[in-house]
């Protein structure tokens, strides 16, 4: 099974300032790990992924995410927001075995706000 | 198309009724996805669909959900009986995979059907 937990329910976070959203996870597999935004009445936009490589991941939007095994982590981070990066930001995993299937297992969201 | 499209994007029912939701995912994309999104559960999987393979249904709550993907294109999400846990915003997602297994597919989401049973 596998599962993904974003500690945070919400975000404050200044305009300018560099913002943290947080996401572990847990899968028996070598994790694919996404990172998703969703505006008010909007669909869910993909932001990033990790799938191999090089542990940090550059996005969408100035956003970036590091892929950290040994504590099971892959935080969102900008090093500067805006006040339009006002969003809810799911955190997702899927196992990579071949054979898992390919449907995304969902964090619960966290909401960010920026404020001016 | 040039994204996942949804229809309706509301829905509005009476409990016991049935409903069909649409989806047309990105053309060429052999995955599609059903998603549900509600207040207490977040986003839950439902079911998916895979080019020719029979779809996983892992995910669908009852046997009141079902879903079908005609000529591997459009697909339709249908709720039975309808209650009021059933009101939620159910999302469609398509996505190309690779072959190999590589798994390096990004779903692409649509705009969803936010459905409310009264």
Redesign the interface.
């Known amino acids: 099974a596998q599962s993904v937990a974003q500690p945070e329910d919400q975000v404050n976070v200044a305009e300018g300032n560099p913002l943290t959203v947080k996401c572990t996870y847990s899968v028996s597999g070598n994790p694919y790990l996404f990172w998703y935004v969703q505006y008010p009445n909007r669909g869910l936009q993909f932001l990033l992924k990790y799938i191999t490589g090089d542990n940090l991941v550059k996005g969408s939007y100035g956003f970036e995410a590091e892929f950290n095994k040994s504590q099971t982590s892959f935080h969102l981070k900008k090093p500067s927001a805006l006040v339009s990066d006002s969003a809810l930001y799911f955190c997702a995993v899927r196992d990579g075995n071949n054979n898992a299937g390919n449907m995304l297992t969902f964090g619960g969201g966290t909401r960010l706000m920026v404020k001016p | 198309g040039a994204g996942?499209s949804?229809s309706p994007s509301n829905k509005v029912t009476e409990k016991g009724k049935d409903v069909e939701l649409r989806c047309d995912p990105i053309s060429g994309h052999t995955?599609l996805?059903w998603?549900r999104q509600s207040l207490g559960q977040?986003?839950e999987?439902l079911i998916?669909f895979?080019g020719n393979s029979a779809p996983?249904k892992?995910?669908l709550p009852s046997d009141r959900f079902s879903a079908e993907r005609t000529g591997g294109s459009v697909s339709t999400l249908t709720i039975q009986r309808t209650q009021q846990e059933d009101s939620a915003v159910y999302?469609c997602?398509s996505?190309l995979?690779w072959a190999g297994?590589?798994?390096?597919?990004?779903?692409?989401?649509?705009?969803?059907t936010r459905l409310s049973v009264l």
């Not at chain 2, 297994?101 to 969803?112: E, L, W």
């Open positions: 996942v949804q995955a996805y998603y977040g986003l999987f998916y895979q996983d892992s995910g999302l997602a996505s995979v297994g590589s798994g390096k597919n990004i779903q692409y989401f649509g705009a969803g």
